[in-house]
């Protein structure tokens, strides 16, 4: 029973998304988060890891500096997580590598299962800012090709717009001598 409970893991897209952070340019998630994900206290996670340090390298995983816990804390200002303002140590970020790692050092169904939804949900990710990076090169393209026309509509607009002034007549009571 328990081995097709383990197979049922279903989360949802947007639970993994809403734990993704861009942080030191990349997108990546917190050991806390996936220690909530795979069902296992941090503190397990993070023994697991430290045992296999040589498995995450660098750009596999890093601890997180004094200023990015202190911006990662500003966005949790409305929430109410007593969690994450009474870190003791900076958390571990994970990069998509170092995630894929993780389900090999936890070493379970579980960590198996929902590791394959977060790389879905990260290859997505990718997906979907190639094609806003493809759209936003077209714009820009097409800002420059047209800079000339765009620029001579703008002058028309403007002529159109400006009102000539027109010379003034006398204004007021006019005296006879």
Do not use: C
Not at 20 to 45: E, S
Not at 75 to 98: I, Y
Not at 108 to 125: C, E, G, H, L, Y
Not at 161 to 173: I, L, M, R, S, W
Request: no cysteine; proline share 3%; hydrophobic share 40%.
């Amino acid at each position: 029973m328990q081995e097709k409970q383990i197979k049922d893991i279903s989360l949802s897209a947007e639970i993994i998304r809403e734990n993704v952070y861009i942080i030191r340019g990349q997108k990546v998630m917190l050991d806390r988060d996936l220690a909530m994900l795979y069902g296992v206290p941090t503190k397990v996670l993070n023994q697991s890891v430290k045992r296999n340090l040589r498995r995450f390298p660098e750009d596999f995983m890093f601890e997180l500096t004094k200023e990015e816990v202190h911006n990662w804390k500003s966005q949790f200002v409305t929430s109410n997580s007593s969690l994450v303002f009474s870190l003791r140590k900076p958390p571990l970020a994970f990069t998509e590598q170092g995630i894929a790692m993780l389900s090999s050092v936890l070493n379970s169904d579980r960590a198996i299962d929902v590791n394959i939804q977060i790389i879905r949900v990260f290859t997505k990710m990718r997906e979907m800012m190639d094609a806003y990076k493809d759209l936003r090169e077209k714009v820009e393209e097409m800002e420059l090709n047209n800079e000339f026309l765009f620029n001579k509509i703008f002058t028309s607009i403007a002529s159109l717009t400006y009102e000539k002034e027109k010379p003034k007549g006398k204004f007021g009571f006019v005296a006879d001598k």
